[in-house]
């Protein structure tokens, strides 16, 4: 009998863990947003970026990161909130889209978050205009998390 309930209590993580979505959370001013944690590849001191000629306000520059050039978003700017004055406490997450890289400059990063599938809700229309850079908002203790939609931002969808 202490067999079965052993197993009974270590079964069902594994049940909910299949329902689960782990998520690096980030912040820009007050708004929390997220990210599926396999996307990201490195979290980084911001150290400036090479600014290219003729790009979108949102496109901070580029990177040589250990010989792949990464383009540089301003998330802050993407989400039309004008540009980030970057400091040394701000970073850039780096993540793949797809078979490319991109690195977002943040404000900083919070936290890992664990959350289950059913919880994502859809992001309200009309909401306001950054809401089509987004996948779905969750709560989490407490706190609204809104979760990037990545080939959106990357693909200049929105126009500033």
Same mark, same amino acid.
């Given at each position: @009998? ?35 944690? $396999?996307?990201?590849?490195? !979290? ?18 580029? !990177? ?39 690195? @977002? ?38 706190? @609204? ?11 200049? $969808?929105?126009?500033?």
């Amino acid at each position: @009998m202490d067999v079965l309930n052993y197993r009974d209590e270590y079964s069902e993580p594994e049940i909910k863990s299949q329902n689960a979505v782990q998520l690096i959370a980030f912040s820009i001013g007050e708004q929390t947003y997220g990210v599926e944690i $396999t996307t990201v590849r490195e !979290i980084r001191a911001w150290n400036g970026a090479t600014p290219l000629p003729n790009t979108r306000d949102y496109v901070r520059g580029v !990177i040589n990161l250990r010989g792949t050039i990464v383009p540089i978003f301003d998330l802050r700017a993407r989400f039309g909130d004008g540009q980030t004055s970057p400091t040394k406490t701000h970073v850039v997450v780096v993540m793949s889209v797809g078979e490319k890289w991109i690195g @977002m400059l943040v404000d900083a990063v919070s936290d890992i978050l664990t959350v289950d599938k059913g919880d994502i809700h859809a992001v309200p229309e009309g909401n306001s205009g950054d809401s089509e850079l987004l996948s779905g908002i969750v709560t989490h203790e407490g706190r @609204m998390v809104g979760l990037i939609d990545l080939p959106a931002v990357v693909s200049g $969808t929105k126009t500033n």
